[in-house]
Each structure stands twice: as C-alpha cells, then as structure tokens.
C-alpha cells in the first residue's frame, strides 16, 4: 500500500488573501496501515483493504455528526421582514469520541475539530411569501487518535469544507412584509419548507483514509413549523438526508449512503427582540453507508440535546453562543460542541 507522505499547505481565508496559517497535513494512518499489510501471514491483503474501506466510512461519519450538531439552529422558520441581510462569522469546537463498527479492528478513535464558517442570507417576497436564500462556507481543521490493530495511529487535516446553500420558504402565516409592517405585526404560527444542498467543493484526496470534503452532493428536504405563546416559542422541523454515491472513495472505491431522516424540536422564551434563550433537541437515524455494495454496521440513532442563547450587541450586531452533547449515540461522534457567532444584519432601502 502506498504511503503517504507528509506535506505542508498555506491556507488562503478571504478574497484579500489574507494568510490564515501554515499547516502540516502529514498523517500516520497510512503507516499503520502499511505496518498492518506486513502482518500477512494473519490476514489477506485483500480483507486489510476491506478492514481500511469500511473503516473510513465509519470514520468519514465523525463530520455528518458535527454537521449535525451545528444545524441545531432554532428559530429557523420564524418569519422576517423582506431585504433583510445576515452576514454571520461562527467558530465551533467539538470534541469527543468515535464509535465504529464493532467488527473492525479499530479502537479508540478520538477527535478535536475546530469549525469556521461564514455565510450570508437574503430574504425577499414570491408569492405574496417571505422567502430566503443562503450560502455558507466552512472551513475544518482536525486532530484525531485511534488504534489500528494495537498499533497507535493520528491524522491531522486542515481544509474548506463542502459549501452549503438554502433556500426557505414559507407556506401559511409568513406573508411578505416590509420591515415597517413587520414590527406593527404582531408573530402568529408559521408553516415553512426548505431545501439545503451540500456540494462536493471541500479538500478530498482519494489516497487519504480522512477528508475534510465529502466528494459527493447532499440533499435536504424538510418542513418546519413555529409557534408563539406570549414570550414563549416552540418550533418543529421533519427533513431527510439524501446523499450521491462518492465514486472515487479511498483507492477508487465506491461510497454509498441511505437517506438520513432528521428531527429537531426547540422551545424558548424571548425577553426583547434579539434576547432569547432556547433548549435544543434533534434526532437523526438511518444513514448506513456501504462500500462497493457491502454493508457497514453503522446505522445511526443518535438523540442530541444543547441550548442557544441569542444577545443583541448593537442595534445591527448580535451574537449567539451555543453547545450541545451527545445523548444516544449508536454510531458515529459523541462530539460535544460550543459554538459562537457573530451576526450583522442590515434592510435594503
């Protein structure tokens, strides 16, 4: 098996290319790798390469969770004036470990990522409906540990991650309003829907056994309900993973997943407009990935829990600080995550 040699590589942030660090992507897994394919005479080359293929895979998954984890997004189907602008900055950081498939050979997989992102969102009218678009682009890095046969092995990656856009849409009680008519409004219960995609635009290396990129494209259909009570709100979303087929998957092979139902469930209490606290829940199941048609012992039912507090700073700045854990996890990361994000909002006149 080939080994991989380590490399360096400078990271560019902003279209003012501005230098964000230099970063060594050198990485041991493929030397345990290599160590394991000399211990032939206990096990074919070929049942290594299946030990390797499956085990990415599974580990592949630790990114699916800390996605998942950030979408814990409350009031993401509460209604907004049209021409509104977010610019939102956010950094998160989740640490835990990796639960795999108890038939591989692969013990204690640990990870610390670290996750900055900036997106940008627009809302306007269809319909005589307050609609949005929104685009979002990620930037990982991550330190993670494990055994391969006894044998200690870490990985270091730092990269773009797959670029993500939205779009919502709300069906019953969010009718397009300007901003002037938006606050003489009082809230009433919104129906909205969404799609997001998920584009194969972040670092993936075929060779590597970890990619911060995921060379493929995912797709999320869901609908989402809010309600107010007074202060109070409760807000419902149902949606379903669907993911492409990753071709080019470690050494040329072939990558598939089955959909991924998500379910989230959040409920809070405004203070002000811009000051509110939120206690967060989601579920997610399914999403078992196969390797050339083989089935991995990675079905998902994970239960997360966390909560988001939202701060205005100014009369366009806010700030949002959030964390969540792991309460049920079969398969994949039992990450916790802290989050914090800026936000400038800002009407088109």
Request: hydrophobic share 40%.
């Amino acid at each position: 098996m080939e080994r991989e040699r380590p490399s360096r590589q400078t990271i560019w942030c902003d279209s003012s290319q501005l230098r964000c660090a230099a970063l060594s992507a050198a990485s041991v897994w493929s030397d345990r790798a290599d160590a394991i394919e000399r211990q032939s005479r206990f096990h074919s080359v070929s049942r290594v390469e299946r030990w390797l293929c499956h085990a990415t895979a599974c580990i592949g998954l630790l990114w699916s969770v800390v996605v998942s984890a950030q979408e814990m997004e409350p009031r993401a189907y509460s209604a907004v004036p049209v021409g509104t602008n977010f610019v939102v900055a956010s950094y998160a950081r989740s640490t835990g470990g990796v639960s795999l498939d108890p038939t591989l050979p692969i013990t204690d997989v640990n990870a610390k990522i670290n996750t900055f992102l900036l997106g940008y969102s627009h809302s306007f009218g269809i319909g005589g409906h307050a609609a949005s678009i929104a685009a979002a682009l990620p930037y990982s890095n991550a330190y993670i540990t494990g055994n391969i046969q006894g044998l200690p092995g870490t990985a270091w990656r730092s990269g773009l991650g797959d670029s993500t856009f939205r779009v919502v849409v709300n069906l019953l009680g969010g009718p397009a309003l300007t901003p002037e008519e938006f606050a003489r409004r009082p809230p009433t219960t919104t129906l909205g829907a969404s799609l997001t995609v998920t584009t194969p635009t972040g670092q993936y290396v075929p060779s590597r056994v970890i990619n911060v990129g995921s060379n493929r494209w995912s797709f999320k259909p869901e609908l989402g309900v809010s309600h107010p009570f007074g202060d109070w709100f409760v807000e419902g979303s149902a949606g379903v993973w669907l993911f492409t087929d990753n071709d080019d998957f470690f050494r040329g092979h072939q990558r598939s997943q089955a959909p991924m139902p998500v379910f989230q469930l959040h409920g809070g209490y405004t203070w002000r407009p811009g000051l509110w606290l939120a206690a967060d829940m989601t579920y997610f199941a399914g999403g078992r990935t196969s390797v050339n048609g083989v089935e991995d012992q990675d079905l998902q039912r994970t239960v997360r829990y966390g909560v988001t507090l939202s701060v205005p700073l100014a009369a366009q700045w806010s700030a949002k600080l959030a964390w969540s854990n792991g309460l049920i996890t079969r398969v994949g990361g039992n990450f916790q995550t802290v989050s914090l994000s800026l936000q400038y909002r800002w009407f088109n006149h």
